[in-house]
């Protein structure tokens, strides 16, 4: 089992910056990869940026290339998403995920999710 703990939302100007942490606890030795998802209201929840555990490895999704950077700190168990350049159309809950196990039995774990709202 994995835990994750969300922080960082909140509610900022358009153009302004936030940063989101989310930190990993429980079989974190488990985990492959980490990401935040978002959903925003009568929307389907979307990949917004991912990374891979061991090698680093990202993706994003093509509407937040440039503006925002997943990074992770394994020391301390922590993701982070860095959001520059924030939209109005970035508001949504954003959710942290972890993906465990090998590939012919993953299992996806989310966190509470914490909201970001951007105003105009």
């Known amino acids: 089992q994995v835990q994750l703990v969300e922080s960082g939302g909140g509610l900022v100007q358009a153009g302004g910056s936030l940063r989101l942490s989310c930190t990993a606890s429980?079989?974190?030795?488990?985990?492959?990869?980490m990401g935040w998802y978002r959903q925003a209201p009568g929307k389907q929840r979307e990949l917004v940026a991912a990374?891979?555990?061991?090698?680093?490895?990202?993706n994003y999704a093509d509407s937040v290339k440039g503006r925002f950077t997943i990074s992770r700190d394994n020391a301390k168990n922590t993701v982070y998403l860095q959001m520059n350049s924030l939209k109005p159309e970035d508001t949504a809950v954003y959710y942290c995920?972890?993906?465990?196990?090998?590939?012919?039995?993953?299992?996806?774990?989310w966190g509470q999710g914490t909201q970001v709202t951007v105003s105009s």
């Open positions: 995920n972890a993906v465990t196990g090998p590939s012919n039995a993953l299992e996806d774990y």
């Open positions: 429980g079989s974190i030795f488990s985990i492959n990869a």
């Open positions: 990374i891979t555990i061991s090698g680093g490895s990202t």
